[in-house]
């Protein structure tokens, strides 16, 4: 279990940008696979961007694609989420997690999904708010 703690999150117009980031308290984050996840008001807790531990490669749901970039330094055992173009739909509360590799992933027309399991307890999240 990686026990870890998202920060970053904020009001802002819509078009305006926002960095996210997920702090893990333990060296073992390195060896990990993250992804983000996020949910909106009334609605289940979704997946919209994945890293692999080596960042070899990412992963993107079509709603986030060309906006959104997810990072990570493992030497500060921290994953990032930069957030460009932000629209009000982007609204919610987002979290990371540790997640499995590529097997755990379906992609479609270039938009990725993640179906397989995360590890550890959700955190509290960090709320982005974007208005139009």
């Known amino acids: 279990q990686v026990p870890l703690v998202e920060s970053g999150g904020g009001e802002v117009q819509a078009r305006g940008s926002l960095r996210l980031s997920c702090t893990a308290s333990?060296?073992?984050?390195?060896?990990?696979?993250m992804a983000w996840f996020r949910q909106a008001p009334g609605k289940e807790r979704e997946f919209i961007a994945g890293?692999?531990?080596?960042?070899?490669?990412?992963y993107y749901t079509d709603s986030v694609k060309g906006r959104f970039t997810c990072t990570r330094d493992n030497v500060k055992n921290t994953l990032y989420l930069q957030m460009n173009n932000l629209k009000p739909e982007d609204t919610a509360v987002y979290y990371c997690?540790?997640?499995?590799?590529?097997?755990?992933?379906?992609?479609?027309?270039?938009?990725?999904?993640?179906?397989?399991?995360?590890?550890?307890?959700w955190g509290q999240g960090t709320q982005v708010t974007v208005s139009s």
């Open positions: 997690a540790a997640v499995l590799g590529a097997v755990c992933y379906t992609e479609s027309g270039g938009s990725y999904h993640y179906w397989g399991p995360t590890f550890g307890s």
């Open positions: 333990t060296h073992r984050f390195r060896i990990y696979n």
């Open positions: 890293i692999t531990w080596n960042e070899d490669n990412t």
